[in-house]
């Protein structure tokens, strides 16, 4: 694989913008990497994308957006991967300038949801689920998270409270992110006070979704000559596993096992092992999914990632940095967007760009971005120099 | 680019299958494929779809096969470009493989349509246009296509009965394709007496959607030794090119300048010449979109594309003989499945196994898929050797 750098990042703020299409809500994120990447020259476009299809009756949104930001005539495809949608177009268009067809490309996570109801949206957001078996039960997403959730706390004996660190942290770093959807920080006793969801999982267990698109601008390394002081941030791991689509098919619905392959395959890659990961942007779509990210990647043993939280450990200035932006708990998951959003953190804290929630002398950052509960899990290592 | 081989092929006859899944179909062409590769590793698995979401619920159709197939723990992902999602996957796998990240890969197109009344199919179909410009006026895609088809009437003086030959050849190939939908021979009479669909579009302009999946396995070609006497057949040109997604923007809506680009691009890539091509599998969705395909890719004159049908030039015997198994007109059009159908029919070709619609000694083949009324199109040049 030719070596490829992250030239450009952008973002928009997330929440409900009722004043703001899809179009230009991508539109947005992708003007502010390409102006970021100080270029005025783009090969391709991958965008990553779970929910237009069904949200805004929209399909095709490579053509689509190339249309929109001017980029007439090239190639421009949508990667889609349920809630691991961004990190699947940025793999795709990684390999497409690997291979060497494309020099520049832009990758776009893009969604627009709050143009459908509620009830709307947690339908869509099912069909990351497997709709033969787990669907035509009448369960719903979250559902499927607490059931995840209730059995861990009875296998390894964890209180509801337990997890309250993840959200707590989440939301206190997310105060610093003024692109994050919530700026409120929280206690333990207002987590464990918030209404329920699902049982275990309450409303500060959850992320919130909401519109919201990032992007990053990629080129070979070996074209990244001088870039005005900032350091040269290269994709030094890449991998996606898939495991089986519906929890009752895994042998143990405990353990993320996609998580576990594309992490070992992203490290070997990266020659790292988890001691050297300064940061890490998991995928915290609920407090659970935090746990078990941690214990298949190698920073806490089986049923003991919450602990992690509990002995202090995954503040900007612990051991194991995680959600240093606000994660999904509070910088928000517009679905198909996370995934880029995570890359584009993980490059503001190895420019050094995240004053009070910086980590020191972070110069390799890893991040996670989970389809499903589970089914598509794609790990991406990012190093400067 | 690394140089890829097609090292296997399958397909399921397209139809209303009723007592077939999305699963069921997609991994009926899936092992189809395998088998013919005579392979029991695949390392990846790309997924060309378009419709999955809204009509059976189900995303993430990467996983959702991997686990289906058996390929545990392996990568796996959608494309998503709508009519053009099967090529759109396969280009992302051919540029995994030539990355030297993957070896075998494995891309199926699939499509399950019949699950949906015909009024919800239409208005999955019509997330191909641009939703906030065209879809929102309440046109439909036939519609878009008869607003060009009748422009074409009028801009270069052809009746309707002039694009008979397009759908009169399709319908003939076809009936020597067990996998094809219809198996029907058609006359100018009844192409003209047809029931009228969207003036001047009428049923026998317009091609059958349906339920099917065809998949390849491709591999990098240097691997390929020895085939059992079969020709081995690699991918000599792959590009994929924008237009605007609304027909509107565009300065001349009857050149379908992202097929003239793609095709061009790919003609460099494989040192081919339109006189080069032996054999040429378009996307007929509408009899008006075979005559600009041939137009755009050099094969006729601005506005002559119907006169190549007329003067009995596209038949297998033919200069450029189009639509050799049927075509989307007669083999049938499961959307995101067809870009596959035709790759899959051009290896037919190049392998000598089309018996009385056979090109004689054809070597090099292209096949291109559209997306939308020309937003996203893909061009592939095969060749033996």
Chains 1, 2 share one sequence.
């Not at 959730?149 to 296998?155: D, F, G, I, P, S």
Request: proline share 3%; hydrophobic share 45%.
């Amino acid at each position: 694989m030719r070596s490829v750098a992250i030239l450009g990042i952008g973002q928009t703020k997330i929440g409900e913008h009722w004043d703001k299409s899809l179009r230009e809500i991508g539109g947005e994120a992708a003007f502010a990497a390409i102006q970021d990447a100080g270029t005025d020259k783009v090969d391709a476009l991958f965008i990553g994308n779970m929910l237009s299809s069904t949200v805004s009756a929209q399909n095709q949104l490579g053509a689509f957006f190339a249309d929109w930001i001017g980029l007439w005539r090239q190639e421009a495809v949508k990667v889609e991967a349920a809630c691991a949608s961004g990190a699947a177009a940025l793999r795709a268009a990684l390999m497409a300038v690997s291979a060497g067809d494309i020099d520049t490309a832009l990758v776009v996570g893009v969604e627009k949801m709050s143009d459908k109801t509620g009830h709307d949206v947690t339908s869509a957001l099912a069909t990351a689920a497997d709709a033969d078996y787990e669907l035509e039960q009448g369960i719903s997403f979250v559902g499927l998270n607490a059931l995840m959730m209730r059995r861990y706390m009875h296998e390894f004996g964890w209180k509801h409270e337990d997890f309250a660190p993840f959200s707590i942290n989440a939301h206190a770093n997310a105060t610093l992110n003024p692109f994050a959807r919530l700026h409120e920080k929280i206690t333990v006793e207002k987590f464990e006070r918030s209404a329920m969801i699902a049982t275990p999982i309450n409303l500060l267990d959850a992320s919130p979704t909401g519109d919201g698109a990032a992007a990053v601008v990629i080129v070979p390394a070996e074209k990244v000559a001088s870039l005005n002081g900032k350091p040269r941030i290269t994709v030094a791991g890449s991998a996606s596993a898939t495991d089986s689509i519906a929890i009752h098919s895994r042998k143990d619905p405990l353990f993320l096992s996609a998580a576990y392959e594309s992490a070992k395959r992203a490290y070997e890659m990266a020659n790292v092992t988890p001691k050297d990961i300064q940061v890490f942007e998991l995928h915290d779509a609920f407090t659970i999914m935090a746990a078990l990210s941690l214990e298949a990647c190698g920073f806490a043993e089986r049923g003991q990632g919450v602990r992690l939280g509990l002995d202090d450990r995954i503040g900007p200035k612990g051991r194991v940095p995680v959600c240093t932006r606000g994660g999904l708990k509070a910088r928000g998951h517009p679905v198909g967007a996370t995934g880029i959003y995570q890359i584009v953190e993980v490059v503001q804290q190895l420019r050094g760009e995240c004053r009070a929630t910086q980590v020191d002398g972070a110069r390799i950052g890893m991040a996670q971005n989970i389809g499903g509960s589970g089914a598509t899990i794609l790990t991406h290592i990012l190093k400067t120099g």
